[in-house]
């Protein structure tokens, strides 16, 4: 065993407060995720966010490649959730008229994969209604 290996599994096993000992398997047991304070504005917050999203999509990028399937799922949830803060952040907006109901009530009730394929349709006709 090499010296590195026998260090790194002597820290590992040691006894301190967890804030110290590192979880062996990898996990964020304490919450470290994304540090927002409630003294920041809320663009600080989104943009906190933000920036943690795109490490997160990083970190799935790298999963995708080694294919660890529990890894992009656990990822995706957390990049879903980091998502929905950053959503709950955003200040609410007035000026939405009834297509955006429409679509909110249409988006729920239909299959992601027929959300794809609604969502393709509609880019095919904007860019011909632009040509």
């Not at 590195?4 to 062996?24: D, E, G, V, Y």
């Not at 927002?36 to 943009?47: A, Y």
């Amino acid at each position: 065993m090499s010296k590195a290996i026998t260090l790194n599994s002597a820290w590992q096993s040691r006894s301190a407060s967890f804030s110290t000992h590192a979880s062996r398997k990898g996990v964020n047991l304490l919450g470290w995720d994304c540090e927002i304070d409630e003294s920041m504005t809320d663009e600080q917050k989104r943009e906190a966010l933000g920036a943690h999203r795109k490490y997160l999509e990083t970190v799935l990028a790298r999963f995708r490649v080694s294919g660890n399937r529990d890894g992009i799922r656990l990822i995706g949830q957390k990049i879903a959730q980091t998502n929905a803060q950053i959503n709950a952040i955003r200040p609410c907006r007035h000026d939405r008229d009834l297509s955006h109901y429409i679509v909110d009530i249409l988006k729920s009730r239909v299959t992601k994969s027929e959300w794809q394929r609604i969502g393709a349709e509609a880019r095919l006709l904007k860019d011909r209604e632009e040509a």
